[in-house]
């Protein structure tokens, strides 16, 4: 069947971050659970279907791939992925260690890309 992408682009990322990190933890945690559903990844696939988030310096982006027919049922999950998540302690501490994990494998030359970055460009406080 034919497959129907829909998704959010946020223009909010890194660089407007007050807190370092967040936006990677929230790309982690995308598509959990929400007031409206739990586990909205495995509600995706089953409308045959998959998410996608992804966050970088200038913007995040929130996505659903879903066949065409099931376009109905995915648009509410996404709304209620982004605008009614919910985010317990202990799930956004378990992302802190996988991001942990995650900086340990990272290549040298890599780090050093970013703190050049941090260090030319530093946060935007207060714009997002």
Not at 43 to 50: D, P, T
Not at 56 to 64: F, T
Request: net charge negative; with cysteine; glycine share 10%.
């Amino acid at each position: 069947g034919q497959v129907t992408t829909i998704g959010l682009v946020l223009g909010g990322g890194s660089r407007h971050e007050t807190v370092p990190g967040v936006s990677h933890v929230l790309e982690l945690l995308a598509f959990g659970s929400s007031e409206s559903y739990t586990d909205i990844s495995a509600q995706v696939l089953e409308l045959g279907g998959s998410s996608f988030c992804s966050s970088g310096r200038e913007q995040s982006i929130y996505s659903l791939d879903v066949l065409r027919p099931n376009l109905t049922k995915a648009m509410p999950m996404l709304a209620d992925a982004l605008l009614h998540p919910l985010l317990g302690e202990a799930e956004i501490e378990q992302t802190k260690r996988i991001i942990e994990f995650q900086w340990m494998d990272v290549m040298p030359e890599v780090r050093l890309n970013e703190g050049l970055q941090m260090a030319a460009y530093g946060p935007l406080d207060g714009v997002v």
